[in-house]
T-cell receptor, first 113, second 110 residues
Framework: DVKVTQSSRYLVKRTGEKVFLECVQD?????MFWYRQDPGLGLRLIYF???????EKGDIPEGYSVSREKKERFSLILESASTNQTSMYLC????????????FGSGTRLTVV | GQSLEQPSEVTAVEGAIVQINCTYQ??????LSWYQQHDGGAPTFLSY????GLEETGRFSSFLSRSDSYGYLLLQELQMKDSASYFC???????????FGIGTKLQVIP
């Protein structure tokens, strides 16, 4: 089975800190995604990547950046964390076309204080 | 952009059948997916419909009507373990970008 691993399950950071959320998948998937999940808002796409060193903005990219230096790793960066970025962050990967479905990691619950 | 509507909560009895509806508005529609998420868990992929009609996978079936911009997830012989949130998601646009609905929390009661 494909495994998507997010480096931290829970994270507490201070306002203004630079935050790195790491995601690694082990099945050679081309596509990787970062979503945030908030009550009543569902999952919202922040950034995605279809290849190494390639990135595309999702629906809510403001305040975030990403890095994909290797195929298996996709990092989400909060340049200067703010309290409105307190959320559950979910990384996902997929092979080829969307009908194959996404495989999600277990999520990182980030609290910015 | 895309928008999806699905009920926020549904309650059903163990052993019964429940239908979770999803309507969407989007341009460049490719298909409709469904995901299940238990509390504290990761979303898991259930099904994908690109063409009109019903797709069956065990106790779960998913339906799509492209002309009505409507789909549903049908869960039969409900079990307590089916209590979870269910998300519909549309794929559209050049990258087949997936946009999720807000999710329907299904509670199965004895």
């Amino acid at each position: 089975d494909v495994k998507v691993t997010q480096s931290s399950r829970y994270l507490v950071k201070r306002t203004g800190e630079k935050v790195f959320l790491e995601c690694v998948q082990d099945m050679d998937h081309e596509n990787m995604f970062w979503y945030r999940q908030d009550p009543g808002l569902g999952l919202r796409l922040i950034y995605f990547s279809y290849d190494v060193k390639m990135k595309e903005k999702g629906d809510i990219p403001e305040g975030y950046s990403v890095s994909r230096e290797k195929k298996e790793r996709f990092s989400l960066i909060l340049e200067s964390a703010s309290t409105n970025q307190t959320s559950m962050y979910l990384c996902a990967s997929s092979l080829g076309r969307v009908e194959n479905g996404y495989t999600f990691g277990s999520g990182t619950r980030l609290t910015v204080v | 952009g895309q928008s999806l509507e699905q009920p926020s909560e549904v309650t059903a009895v163990e052993g019964a059948i429940v239908q979770i509806n999803c309507t969407y508005q989007t341009s460049g529609f490719y298909g409709l997916s469904w995901y299940q998420q238990h509390d504290g868990g990761a979303p898991t992929f259930l099904s994908y419909n690109a063409l009109d009609g019903l797709e069956e996978t065990g106790r779960f079936s998913s339906f799509l009507s492209r002309s009505d911009s409507y789909g549903y997830l049908l869960l039969q012989e409900l079990q307590m373990k089916d209590s979870a949130s269910y998300f519909c998601a549309v794929s559209a646009g050049g990258y087949q970008k997936v946009t999720f609905g807000i999710g329907t929390k299904l509670q199965v009661i004895p």
